[in-house]
C-alpha cells in the first residue's frame, strides 16, 4: 500500500473523511498520497477541525472535493466510512475498505455532545489508521 495512494471517502467529505485524511497525513511516511473526497461535497465541518486540532493536527485548510478530482490513477486502497448513508462508489480496481462508521455531523444536541461526537469519531479512526499503517509495514 506504500506505493498506492489511499482515499477516504464518504457523502459529504466534512467530517469523517476529512478528519482521515487529516490523521493518516499526520502519520503515514512521507510521500504517501492521501485523498479525501465524497459524493456531495459539503463544507468542512468546523468540530472536525476543532476535534483534530486537539491533538495538533490542522485541517483548516482543508476543503470537500467531489470524487471526480481524485486521480484515479494513483489511487490503490478505498476506505468508505459511510454507516447510515449510501456510500459513494470509486470506480476502478482498487483495494476496499468499509468502516462503517457514524456521522458526527448527524448528532443532535448542545456543542459538547457534538464535540464529544466528534471526538470519538477521531480517535477510532486513529486507532485504525494506525492498524493499517501497521499492517502496511509488514507487507
Known amino acids: 500500500m506504500a ?21 493518516a497525513r499526520s502519520l503515514a511516511p512521507e510521500g504517501m498520497r492521501l485523498y479525501s473526497a465524497g459524493s456531495e461535497p459539503a463544507t468542512l465541518n468546523p468540530l472536525a477541525v476543532e ?42 480496481e482498487v483495494e476496499r475498505l468499509h468502516w462503517g462508521l457514524p456521522d458526527p455531523a448527524a448528532v443532535e444536541g448542545d456543542e459538547e455532545t457534538k464535540l464529544r461526537a466528534f471526538r ?16 502496511d509495514s509488514k507487507d
Open 120 to 135: 470519538e469519531i477521531r480517535d477510532e479512526l486513529q486507532r485504525r489508521i494506525v492498524l493499517l499503517l501497521q499492517s
Open 3 to 23: 506505493n498506492r495512494g489511499i482515499l477516504f471517502i464518504c457523502v459529504a467529505n466534512s467530517a469523517r473523511s476529512q478528519m482521515a485524511e487529516g490523521i
Open 51 to 92: 476535534a483534530l486540532a486537539e491533538i495538533g493536527i490542522d485541517i483548516s485548510g482543508h476543503y470537500s472535493k467531489p470524487i471526480e478530482r481524485i486521480p484515479a490513477a494513483e489511487i490503490g486502497t478505498v476506505i468508505t466510512l459511510c454507516n447510515e448513508e449510501v456510500c459513494p462508489v470509486f470506480p476502478g
